[in-house]
C-alpha cells in the first residue's frame, strides 16, 4: 500500500488531510495520520460533493481494502469495495451490505471540509 507521508495533527481542526479537489467526485484516497503514537490508515471518499472517512480497515481481516493507491470504490463508484474478498460497504455509513463481513460496519471517521481543506476530527 503506498498512502504517502504520514500526516499529524497540526491544528484545532485535527489533521489536514488532503484538499477537498484532491478527490475526484465520485472518487476515494487513503492516507496513513499520526495521532498520539499510533499510525491509523484512513480512506477518504467524495461522492456527491460530500466527503466521508473512514479506518482503512476491513472488519473481515482487519486488511486494508485497497489493492491499487487511491481505489476503494467499485466500478459503478456506488459503494467502498473491499480488494481482498470483494465485500461492499455504504459509502454512507460503512455498512457491509454484500460479503463475508455482512451487516458489519467499517469504523467511521469524523471529517469536515474547512476553506477547501478536509480535516480529520482525531
Ligand atoms: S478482507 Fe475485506 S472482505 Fe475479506
Request: net charge negative; aromatic share 6%; with cysteine.
Amino acid at each position: 500500500m503506498d498512502a504517502g507521508n504520514i500526516l499529524t495533527p497540526m491544528s484545532l481542526l485535527g489533521t489536514q488531510l488532503c484538499h477537498y479537489d484532491d478527490i475526484p467526485d465520485p472518487g476515494s484516497k487513503g492516507l496513513i495520520v499520526e495521532h498520539q503514537n499510533v499510525l491509523t490508515r484512513v480512506l477518504v471518499v467524495k461522492k456527491d460533493r460530500q466527503v466521508y472517512a473512514y479506518e482503512n480497515s476491513c472488519p473481515h481481516t482487519r486488511g486494508a481494502l485497497d489493492w491499487v493507491p487511491d481505489r476503494f470504490l467499485d466500478e459503478d463508484a456506488n459503494y467502498i469495495m473491499c480488494a481482498n474478498h470483494g465485500a461492499l460497504f455504504q459509502i454512507k455509513d460503512g455498512l457491509c451490505i454484500y460479503g463475508p463481513c455482512k451487516n458489519q460496519h467499517l469504523r467511521a471517521l469524523a471529517c469536515t471540509v474547512q476553506d477547501q481543506i478536509i480535516h480529520l476530527l482525531l
